[in-house]
T-cell receptor, first 115, second 110 residues
Framework: EAQVTQNPRYLITVTGKKLTVTCSQNMNHEYMSWYRQDPGLGLRQIYYSMNVEVTDKGDVPEGYKVSRKEKRNFPLILESPSPNQTSLYFC??????????????FGSGTQLSVL | RKEVEQDPGPFNVPEGATVAFNCTYSNSASQSFFWYRQDCRKEPKLLMSVYSSGNEDGRFTAQLNRASQYISLLIRDSKLSDSATYLCVVGDYNFNKFYFGSGTKLNVKP
């Protein structure tokens, strides 16, 4: 089954404790991206990747890191989480935006709480 | 100023009603336009892409007005199962950044 898999689904942590949220897709998509969703603000793009070893900042990259060593995986890393990073996070992928592949496939989300 | 703006609603309508949502976007160079549906705290799912010529998928019709920079979604014969939040999404000229509206909530009541 074609899917984007995010883990964990829920995560509670404390300020400053490094964490990684994993994202994997099995559709051979070039494009992957991370979003956070906060009430009243909609989804905001954190980082995106057009292909392996190619990543770029979205609109809210501060406090986050990503890597794209393999095509299928795009982990989101919070080196020193803070309470303002408490949010619902979504990973998404698509074949290749702009070439008829704009449909974004989303993972089921990760609810992160930083205490 | 937000890139994409939507009326948050909620729109409360009876079954069978016709309901319309609009959204506006700020960047005239935007290249791609979509409506996504999101059920409570779940992942967004593509409802339909939006083209300048307008497009229809069953009970759903989407329109794009580039001159006025707005996108619309019309739902005819509303079903209970249409209750959800509808997200307007705009892709930039490079097709690599996507901007989401904060969503319009629809409640369809029996």
């Amino acid at each position: 089954e074609a899917q984007v898999t995010q883990n964990p689904r829920y995560l509670i942590t404390v300020t400053g404790k490094k964490l990684t949220v994993t994202c994997s897709q099995n559709m051979n998509h070039e494009y992957m991206s991370w979003y956070r969703q906060d009430p009243g603000l909609g989804l905001r793009q954190i980082y995106y990747s057009m292909n392996v070893e190619v990543t770029d900042k979205g609109d809210v990259p501060e406090g986050y890191k990503v890597s794209r060593k393999e095509k299928r995986n795009f982990p989101l890393i919070l080196e020193s989480p803070s309470p303002n990073q408490t949010s619902l996070y979504f990973c998404a992928s698509s074949l290749f935006p702009g070439q008829g592949g704009e449909k974004l496939f989303f993972g089921s989300g990760t609810q992160l709480s930083v205490l | 100023r937000k890139e994409v703006e939507q009326d948050p609603g909620p729109f409360n309508v009876p079954e069978g009603a016709t309901v319309a949502f609009n959204c506006t976007y700020s960047n005239s160079a935007s290249q791609s336009f979509f409506w996504y549906r999101q059920d409570c705290r779940k992942e967004p799912k593509l409802l339909m892409s939006v083209y300048s010529s307008g497009n229809e998928d069953g009970r759903f019709t989407a329109q794009l007005n580039r001159a006025s920079q707005y996108i619309s979604l019309l739902i005819r014969d509303s079903k209970l199962s249409d209750s959800a939040t509808y997200l307007c999404v705009v892709g930039d000229y490079n097709f690599n950044k996507f901007y989401f509206g904060s969503g319009t909530k629809l409640n369809v009541k029996p």
